[in-house]
């Protein structure tokens, strides 16, 4: 699930062109994607049920785990409900990746959501590909 996650990250432009379709099932995870307009990536969502109450689900996926391949987690800044956060995460026969991550948790809504931005206090690296 984590490299699909990671795929849809390096897409970095976010405009879908069309509806979510359905691509992988395991257990009661739903994993879909949907194409961006005039680029060759996807952007890509995992879905589950889970039976917790929403802000009970949202403090554990709050305290992030490093996921599988990822060799590095750094918190850059801490705003509460917004965390900018730089990994690098090592891919089999490929170069290091290195990204910075903005996750933003919406309590309200129920929602974290995470993108790739570009942040001047973690440049892009010679030895990895952003």
């Known amino acids: 699930m984590w490299s699909v996650i990671l795929a849809a990250l390096a897409?970095?432009?976010?405009?879908?062109?069309?509806?979510?379709?359905?691509?992988?099932?395991?257990?009661?995870?739903?994993?879909?994607?949907?194409?961006?307009?005039?680029?060759?990536?996807?952007e890509g969502r995992a879905s589950t049920t889970v039976p917790l109450p929403v802000a009970k689900a949202l403090d554990l996926l709050w305290a992030k785990q490093p996921a599988p391949g990822v060799t590095t987690t750094e918190v850059i800044e801490d705003r509460g409900h917004e965390r900018l956060i730089y990994e690098t995460a090592a891919a089999p026969m490929i170069t290091t990746r290195d990204y910075v991550l903005r996750f933003t948790r919406d309590d309200a809504a129920g929602t974290l959501r995470f993108v790739t931005i570009d942040d001047a206090r973690r440049p892009p690296q010679h030895a990895r590909v952003r």
């Open 11 to 42: 897409a970095r432009v976010l405009v879908p062109a069309g509806p979510w379709q359905e691509v992988q099932r395991s257990g009661d995870i739903a994993v879909e994607v949907r194409p961006i307009k005039d680029s060759g990536f996807e």
